[in-house]
DNA sequence: ATAGGGGTTCCAGTCACGGGAAGGTCAAGG
DNA sequence: CCTTGACCTTCCCGTGACTGGAACCCCTAT
């Protein structure tokens, strides 16, 4: 498999896939040409990245992720712990932007939002 | 006011307020040894940029919300435009969030966390 | 011979800062 | 007068996870 399929196959963008090579995740073979040959192993581990990713996993949690699924004697402690901290934060994220989202939406509401320049919006910004 | 004084009044880092001076967010005047000089305006515009901020906007929504505050003749649906649209890119954020957090609750709560190798949060990661 | 659709590398940019080095300035204490 | 320590300055690099683009090579079909 050459790149372009390796990318229709899992939908990550060819360019990420050259990323993932460059900082060690993934090690396609090359062909006398120079191009990456990508076999099914490969593909699977970029399939495994893309929905780590997907699930919000940052680059460094997909590495060990990988490491992990490659132990057989793994413990899954491990793993869940790291689920669990990513979770974690990704509920600190929402708590975050629930806020946001409380303020702004009274904010938004209460704007007049016509041609004229009174707006509790920025009486907001200005004044807190 | 000296840039450590803008920085305690504000929470804003000095790092920060340095960033947006370059960036062109705020003028302040120069002391003959070179130091920043805050007038009353500038510490202004700087809690009004650490609101805009801590609201999520962008540098450049604020950028543009700094400019509809000081601009007399604003319309507030310009103002009200940007904080919707703002609005609406939380809402999707946290709608993405919140996909994740349901797998990952249910792939953690089913994973046992012992030192066994078996695990379904990585057997979800290789299989979708 | 050429056109096109692959592929390759390398460089720069993103966003909003943060860390740290190297050095100038100022007020207080010995 | 000298030093100490807390300020302040600029400059440059690094962050995360890519994305865009330039310049160039390879392969197949016409």
Redesign the interface.
């Known amino acids: 498999m050459n790149i372009g399929d390796v990318a229709k196959r899992t939908g990550l963008p060819a360019k990420t896939i050259r990323y993932y090579e460059e900082i060690g995740l993934i090690r396609p073979l090359r062909d006398t040409n120079g191009y990456r040959v990508f076999r099914e192993a490969d593909f699977?581990k970029l399939?495994?990245l893309g929905?780590?990713r997907?699930?919000?996993f940052s680059i460094e949690d997909c590495r060990t992720?990988m490491a992990?699924?490659e132990?057989?004697?793994?413990?899954?402690?491990d793993?869940?712990?790291l689920?669990?901290k990513?979770?974690d934060q990704?509920?600190e994220?929402?708590a975050q932007?629930?806020s946001?989202?409380t303020?702004?939406?009274h904010?938004?509401q209460e704007?007049?939002?016509?041609?004229?320049?009174?707006?509790p919006?920025?009486k907001?910004?200005?004044s807190?």
């Open positions: 699977h399939a495994f929905r780590a997907a699930l919000g992720l992990l699924y132990d057989e004697d793994r413990a899954s402690a793993v869940k712990r689920a669990k990513h979770l990704i509920e994220k929402i932007l629930q946001m989202q303020t702004l939406t904010l938004v704007c007049a939002g016509d041609n004229r320049p009174d707006c919006i920025l907001d910004l200005a807190g």
